[in-house]
T-cell receptor
Framework: DAKTTQPTSMDCAEGRAANLPCNHS???????VYWYRQIHSQGPQYIIH???NNETNEMASLIITEDRKSSTLILPHATLRDTAVYYC???????????????FGQGTILTVHP | GAVVSQHPSWVICKSGTSVKIECRSL??????MFWYRQFPKQSLMLMAT?????????EQGVEKDKFLINHASLTLSTLTVTSAHPEDSSFYIC???????????????FGPGTRLTVL
């Protein structure tokens, strides 16, 4: 699976949008971009995923560049409860030999402050 | 969404003893479960992939004789840390996938984790 690069940490004011970047310049054509987050001392939580189109759900939006070499996770109105480590992961989905395995990088520590 | 539970949520044991951690899928059948380990201020590291009814596949560097994995049913996988030592103290997290779900976003669900402290 392709590796990802994320900033170590970011800050965001409560109520503002949090934009978390991820670089995945070696992504392959059959690899999806997944985002998970981990609140302190809990298991990871799925946020969103995409292949090449922008995606939006009740938690966040995912913007993937046209060349798919980078993406941005957007939390439109960050709250204090969004403080967590955010992981950007690229991996194949159906049919790949690494199907099901998630390789976690260091992630971005997002701190939302009042 | 689907729920994965772990038991116990935390455990303290003496060096040299064995500790069993359970991972259960509560409302779906998980043919595949994954075990991760996370040291303080570090990311999750995959230890092994557990398939129901067959032997687990361990990642490079993980001792299969020390970390015994059993996936005897479609809703339960266990990780036994044998002869635990202080360096085994860590946060152990399992995840499970339901192959019946075709929605990629619901593919894998994580448990809440088990904090192991070996004295």
């Amino acid at each position: 699976d392709a590796k990802t690069t994320q900033p170590t940490s970011m800050d965001c004011a409560e109520g503002r949008a949090a934009n978390l970047p991820c670089n995945h310049s070696t992504i392959s054509g059959n690899e999806y971009v997944y985002w998970y987050r981990q609140i302190h001392s809990q298991g990871p939580q799925y946020i969103i995923h995409g292949l090449k189109n922008n995606e939006t759900n009740e938690m966040a939006s995912l913007i993937i560049t046209e060349d798919r070499k980078s993406s941005t996770l957007i939390l439109p109105h960050a709250t204090l409860r969004d403080t967590a480590v955010y992981y950007c992961i690229v991996r194949v989905a159906l049919g790949g030999t690494s199907y099901g395995k998630l390789t976690f990088g260091q992630g971005t520590i997002l701190t939302v402050h009042p | 969404g689907a729920v994965v539970s772990q038991h116990p949520s935390w455990v303290i044991c003496k060096s040299g003893t064995s500790v069993k951690i359970e991972c259960r899928s509560l409302d779906f059948q998980a043919t595949t479960m994954f075990w991760y380990r996370q040291f303080p201020k570090q990311s999750l590291m995959l230890m092994a992939t557990s398939n129901e009814g067959s032997k687990a596949t361990y990642e490079q560097g993980v001792e299969k004789d020390k970390f015994l994995i059993n996936h005897a049913s479609l809703t339960l996988s266990t990780l036994t840390v044998t002869s635990a030592h202080p360096e085994d103290s860590s946060f152990y997290i399992c995840s499970a996938r339901d192959p019946q779900l075709t929605d990629l976003s619901n593919e894998q669900f994580f448990g809440p984790g088990t904090r192991l402290t070996v004295l």
